[in-house]
């Protein structure tokens, strides 16, 4: 049996070293006041226990977490930004080998304005994400060699402008004019090219 000497509450478990209520170090012995205690100044195992050891487990697997609203915002975006590009990138090489390969025996266009495409949608979202695709559509095509590509700020002025792709070409100068539209349903954008 142990006791506190300051509450004087006795706990009959011999594990304890402290008191529950008052945090006191208990001391060992009777349960009359009268009689010795001894102090527990430490606790020493028996010798036929072994020393506890900590089990690490390790493994491999990534726990996933739920994502709040804003998260799952971004990463909605995200993925439909990168599926975007790849469609993107997947059209410039397209148009690019159409223009440097495609024609046969006709005469290759020396000359291309990619015009800004125009956001059906009305998502602010994907307006910004339709500037980017002609902007990088403009990049990709200008690597081509023996392909002039009007710029960026060119072809930029006309956007909001109601005009046909000829009249377009000839103000510009160009043999080829790549109009584009941008439809946003749902999760997914369809972009249409001309």
Avoid: W
């Amino acid at each position: 049996m142990k006791r506190c000497p300051e509450c004087r509450r006795d706990y009959y478990d011999d594990t304890l070293l402290y008191c529950l209520d008052d945090g006191n170090a208990l001391l060992e012995g009777p349960s009359t006041i009268d009689e010795p205690a001894t102090a527990i100044l430490h606790a020493t195992a028996p010798p036929s226990e072994a020393a506890t050891r900590a089990q690490i487990h390790r493994t491999d697997q990534t726990a996933v977490l739920p994502t709040g609203a804003a998260d799952r915002f971004v990463s909605r975006k995200n993925s439909l930004i990168a599926g975007v590009l790849g469609i993107l990138l997947v059209t410039a090489l397209a148009v690019g080998s159409y223009l440097y390969y495609g024609r046969g025996a006709g005469k290759q266009i020396e000359s291309i304005a990619v015009m800004p495409f125009v956001n059906e949608s009305g998502n602010a979202d994907v307006e910004y994400l339709s500037d980017g695709m002609a902007e990088t559509l403009i990049n990709s095509l200008s690597k081509i060699a023996n392909l002039s590509v009007k710029a960026r700020s060119t072809v930029f002025s006309y956007k909001g402008r109601q005009a046909s792709a000829k009249q377009i070409g000839d103000e510009l100068g160009v043999q080829a004019v790549l109009l584009g539209r941008l439809v946003q349903r749902g999760e997914n954008i369809k972009v249409n090219l001309e």
